[in-house]
């Protein structure tokens, strides 16, 4: 068996003279053989008696002539000497004598190969994180920081194939050139630190691809790595010495090895994803991961409040039905808030699995929730709180696979609909939509920002109740009576009508006022605010309060005092109007319920005055008293 030689490295071999039947050494042969290597890798002639094809040719003659001596016995051992190109089939052919025409000839019956000693030069280059290119070094192992490249998206790699004098073999098919196909190899995951698992290596067809360059360099562009991370890698060619499979050479990359190797492992990254899926979450078909215990739930379908309050009292099931409207202006929130799923993708569209640890980055400030009302105008005023962002080791759900984390709404968040003029009741349409991005890498140049590949749409948003939107105000009305008796105030929410008026809100069974809402002023005559109090309690039924109520002044103290309800914060009067700013000890916060009461906005509280003692009946009526 003759091995795997490499190429500018030299070596000897033994030749052997052979009896007339060639079954065994002919130990009395004496003189001088000419001993040539041939390139064998033509083998359209057929063999000839000699083991020979006349299709092989010659690639080098061995110098001086190798000269039997009697005490060679038959068999010697040549000069050394070596073949400073690449063949991967090679043969040696003996001739006696060495001059003029041969009587003896006879070709090597086993060929072998004469490799390239190392590949070189190995680096991993690109122009910016999607393209190929020689501008940035893809050398990068920090989870944070530096150059990226998107998985899947291609990458070039270069290497110079080299004998063992360090010299270049050009890259190519004709004979003496180095034309094999060299794989990328990975070899030792880095990042991440943690459940840190290869990639794939795609050369994208490189077979086909490797471009030749000067003095023995070649390069392909159309490299790319399919998941996120770094790696160690080095290149190698496992069937340029094919010939000597089985021989006895070592199936490595070792000196005496088959394989072609690089001579270094360089580190390679660092890859980001180079998208994000975003899913339903409430999806049946990937429904969260309660990545407490480690199992798939399915989520209830996100779901707004109705009149934002869960008082049982106004519970839409209840007889009368409650909680069948809520009014324009006021904030509501989530019931159960719309949640998402999200998964790293490469550029091929498939899940990465190694998007985990410190190399997710995706935060809730890349989050982008889009709300958009089809009918009425949502109130922008209204800030949105920062989402929950979950990040996780990856999850399997079936066929469904590497949910990297989820993104929920938060739970605080309220919206509410524009109020300025009144405007028929309608049914509320919400759509939200969700998207994500990652922009923590674009801080480097020839990085960007990974986004998602389509937001996820809440289409419409549904209430646990009612859809319908009113216009409502707050009315008081003013009231009299007697010193003695406890002085009932009317007071009820109204809406706009369809009819284009203002009138009783009969479905309001959820309003409520305290007295510290209420603020009491301006007394006149003979009363004093504090000769006087109010009460009120419990919420509103069919639109109407039915307690409230002015604290009898008693004997000697007929007079008047003023009576508002502080729903919000009043704009200064604008003359020659008057309105005065009320200010209780406990604001309502019920600016929805706001008129347009002596100013030009619906932003007044309401004020009226009640009255004890001062307005007499007829003469003949010595005293009325009401009853209920």
Not at 74 to 90: E, I
Not at 186 to 195: D, F, G, M, N, S
Not at 533 to 540: C, E, I, K, L, P
Request: aromatic share 8%; net charge negative; with cysteine.
């Amino acid at each position: 068996m003759i091995k795997t030689k490499v190429s500018a490295q030299a070596f000897t071999l033994d030749i052997a003279a052979l009896n007339a039947a060639k079954t065994a050494l002919l130990t009395t042969f004496t003189g001088t053989v000419k001993v040539e290597v041939l390139n064998t890798s033509n083998n359209s002639a057929a063999l000839d008696a000699n083991g020979c094809r006349s299709s092989w040719t010659v690639l080098q003659t061995l110098s001086p002539n190798p000269t039997f001596v009697a005490a060679n016995n038959g068999r010697l051992t040549t000069a050394s000497f070596n073949q400073g190109n690449a063949y991967p089939d090679v043969r040696l052919r003996v001739t006696f004598p060495a001059t003029g025409t041969p009587t003896k000839i006879g070709c090597s019956t086993d060929n072998f190969a004469v490799r390239p000693a190392s590949f070189t030069g190995l680096t991993v280059r690109d122009a910016g994180w999607q393209t190929a290119g020689t501008t940035r070094n893809l050398t990068n192992t920090a989870a944070t920081g530096g150059v990226a490249h998107k998985a899947g998206q291609p990458f070039r790699i270069d290497a110079v194939v080299q004998n063992a004098a360090g010299a270049g073999i050009t890259y190519g098919a004709a004979a003496g050139n180095y034309g094999g196909l060299p794989t990328a190899q990975l070899i030792t995951c880095l990042l991440p630190v943690a459940a840190c698992t290869l990639g794939v290596l795609d050369e994208l067809g490189v077979a086909t691809t490797w471009t030749a360059g000067a003095a023995g360099s070649f390069f392909t562009t159309t490299a790319s790595y399919d998941d996120a991370g770094s790696f160690t890698m080095n290149l190698i060619d496992t069937a340029f010495s094919a010939v000597d499979a089985g021989d006895g050479t070592p199936a490595d990359c070792s000196v005496s090895g088959q394989y072609i190797c690089s001579s270094t492992t360089p580190n390679v990254g660092r890859f980001v994803p180079d998208a994000f899926e975003l899913v339903n979450a409430d999806s049946a078909t990937d429904p969260l991961v309660d990545y407490a215990v480690d199992t798939w739930l399915p989520l209830p379908a996100p779901q707004l409040r109705t009149f934002n309050t869960t008082d049982a009292t106004c519970n839409a099931a209840a007889a009368p039905p409650r909680r069948s409207f809520t009014y324009i202006g006021q904030p509501f929130g989530y019931v159960s808030v719309p949640q998402i799923t999200f998964k790293a993708l490469n550029a091929s569209g498939t899940p990465i699995t190694n998007y985990s640890g410190a190399l997710m980055k995706l935060t809730a400030a890349g989050v982008a929730q889009t709300y958009t009302a089809l009918t009425g105008t949502l109130d922008t005023s209204l800030a949105l709180a920062a989402p929950t962002v979950t990040l996780n080791a990856n999850y399997t759900n079936g066929s469904d696979s590497l949910v990297v984390g989820s993104i929920a709404v938060n739970a605080a968040d309220r919206l509410a609909f524009a109020r300025t003029v009144p405007v028929a009741p309608f049914n509320a349409a919400i759509t939200l939509d969700m998207t994500a991005q990652d922009s923590s890498e674009n801080t480097v140049a020839g990085n960007g920002i990974i986004t998602a590949t389509a937001p996820v749409s809440f289409n419409p948003l549904s209430f646990d109740s009612s859809t319908e939107m009113r216009f409502g105000r707050l009315k008081l009305e003013n009231a009299n009576g007697s010193e003695f008796l406890n002085l009932p105030v009317p007071m009820e929410t109204q809406f706009w009508s369809a009819a284009a008026t203002f009138t009783t809100n009969t479905t309001d069974h959820c309003t409520t006022i305290v007295p510290g809402n209420i603020l009491l002023n301006n007394p006149q005559v003979n009363l004093l605010v504090s000769e006087t109090g109010v009460t009120v309690s419990g919420a509103f039924l069919n639109g109407r309060s039915t307690n409230l109520r002015l604290n009898l002044p008693g004997a000697g103290n007929n007079g008047s005092v003023n009576l508002c309800v502080d729903l919000g914060i009043d704009t200064a009067p604008v003359l020659p109007n008057t309105a005065p700013v009320c200010v209780a000890t406990t604001p309502a916060n019920l600016p929805w319920l706001q008129g347009r009461w002596s100013e030009i906005n619906f932003d007044d509280d309401p004020v009226v005055r009640g009255t004890f003692g001062v307005y007499r009946n007829a003469d003949q009526i010595i005293y009325m008293r009401e009853m209920y």
